[in-house]
T-cell receptor, first 113, second 112 residues
Framework: GEDVEQSLFLSVREGDSSVINCTYT??????LYWYKQEPGAGLQLLTY?????DMKQDQRLTVLLNKKDKHLSLRIADTQTGDSAIYFC?????????????FGTGTRLTIIP | DVKVTQSSRYLVKRTGEKVFLECVQD?????MFWYRQDPGLGLRLIYF???????EKGDIPEGYSVSREKKERFSLILESASTNQTSMYLC???????????FGPGTRLTVL
């Protein structure tokens, strides 16, 4: 079955880069996602990467995908207090248009002033 | 803006009660999902629906049922609530062929 794993906690100093890691087990994943959950809110899509890509950059966010090791990472450059949140990686399976997502446990990012 | 709303932010029920959690989306999305979120376990899929009157079991359907009578509304039902169903419940919707699920704010359910 599919399994997505993340570290539960990460603390980073303001202005440094944050790197959140994720490993997954299903090699047939089509897309891999990063979602952000701010306190008291639902999840919001940050970015996603197609499984045949190695890297995707979007402003302060860089996603790296290592298919061989089934490892996904999210790098946040110049981390700010507003980046404090829980970050979930997720993989999608199933037929295009009818995917369901399998989420990781979430990584709580704390910013140290 | 896509909006997914859930009927309550906080709910307290007693063991054995029947509980309805409602979710409404306003963007004509075909797919809708119910998850529960627990610390250290992430989000786990309970049920999902690809169309009106269609439903599929997710990873943890036991103790739950769902109803989708209208496209915009997806209801989660706890037939007889138990304390181990105390959790945060999140609803999401998605348009077919678009790779983004939109989430509601969640309902924190406490079963005493």
């Amino acid at each position: 079955g599919e399994d997505v794993e993340q570290s539960l906690f990460l603390s980073v100093r303001e202005g440094d880069s944050s790197v959140i890691n994720c490993t997954y087990t299903d090699s047939s994943s089509t897309y891999l996602y990063w979602y952000k959950q701010e306190p008291g809110a639902g999840l919001q899509l940050l970015t996603y990467i197609f499984s045949n890509m190695d890297m995707k950059q979007d402003q302060r966010l860089t996603v790296l995908l290592n298919k061989k090791d089934k490892h996904l990472s999210l790098r946040i450059a110049d981390t700010q207090t507003g980046d404090s949140a829980i970050y979930f990686c997720a993989e999608s399976m199933g037929n295009f248009g009818n995917e369901k997502l399998t989420f990781g446990t979430g990584t709580r990012l704390t910013i140290i002033p | 803006d896509v909006k997914v709303t859930q009927s309550s932010r906080y709910l307290v029920k007693r063991t054995g009660e029947k509980v309805f959690l409602e979710c409404v989306q306003d963007m004509d999305h075909e797919n809708m999902f119910w998850y529960r979120q627990d610390p250290g376990l992430g989000l786990r899929l309970i049920y999902f629906s690809y169309d009106v009157k269609m439903k599929e079991k997710g990873d943890i359907p036991e103790g739950y049922s769902v109803s989708r009578e209208k496209k915009e509304r997806f209801s989660l039902i706890l037939e007889s609530a138990s304390t181990n169903q105390t959790s945060m419940y999140l609803c999401a919707s998605m348009r077919k062929t678009v790779n983004e699920q939109f989430f509601g704010p969640g309902t924190r359910l406490t079963v005493l």
